[in-house]
Nanobody
Framework: QVQLVESGGGLVQAGDSLRLSCETSGLSFSQYALAWFRQAPGKEREFLAGVKWSGSATYYADSVKGRFTISRDTAKKTVFLQINSLKPEDTAVYYC????????????????????WGQGTQVTVSS
C-alpha cells in the first residue's frame, strides 16, 4: 500500500535551516503529484508547496515563496522541503501528501485534495 514517511523535523532556532524528507513507497513515483502542508496548533492545515508528477513544475504558497524549496529524488522516491530562515511562526507539524495524476484531469492543481498522507514531523522554532 502507499506509505509516506516524513523525517527531518526537530527543535531549531530562528534563522536556522531545515530539510524535511518524505520517503514514499507503494506508488509509481512518476505518476504522483507530491506536496507539503503544515498545521500549527489551533490553525487549519496550510498548503506550502507542490511538485507535479513529471517534476517539471513546482508551486508555492505566497507566504513561503523565497524561503521554502520543494524538490524530489526519483531514484530514492523521496520528496524534500528545504526551509531557510526559520521563524517561530513556522512552528507546526509538517505533512507530505500524494495524489495520482489521474485525479487531475486537466493539469496539476496543487490546492486539490490528496488521497495519501504521512504521519507528520514536528518542527519547533525557538526565538
Amino acid at each position: 500500500q502507499v506509505q509516506l514517511v516524513e523525517s527531518g523535523g526537530g527543535l531549531v532556532q530562528a534563522g536556522d535551516s531545515l530539510r524535511l524528507s518524505c520517503e514514499t513507497s507503494g506508488l509509481s513515483f512518476s505518476q504522483y503529484a507530491l506536496a507539503w502542508f503544515r498545521q500549527a496548533p489551533g490553525k487549519e492545515r496550510e498548503f506550502l508547496a507542490g511538485v507535479k508528477w513529471s517534476g517539471s513544475a513546482t508551486y508555492y504558497a505566497d507566504s513561503v515563496k523565497g524561503r521554502f524549496t520543494i524538490s524530489r529524488d526519483t531514484a530514492k522516491k523521496t520528496v524534500f522541503l528545504q526551509i531557510n530562515s526559520l521563524k517561530p511562526e513556522d512552528t507546526a507539524v509538517y505533512y507530505c501528501a500524494a495524489e495520482h495524476r489521474i485525479n487531475f484531469p486537466r493539469d496539476y492543481n496543487p490546492n486539490s485534495e490528496y488521497s495519501y498522507w504521512g504521519q507528520g514531523t514536528q518542527v519547533t522554532v525557538s526565538s
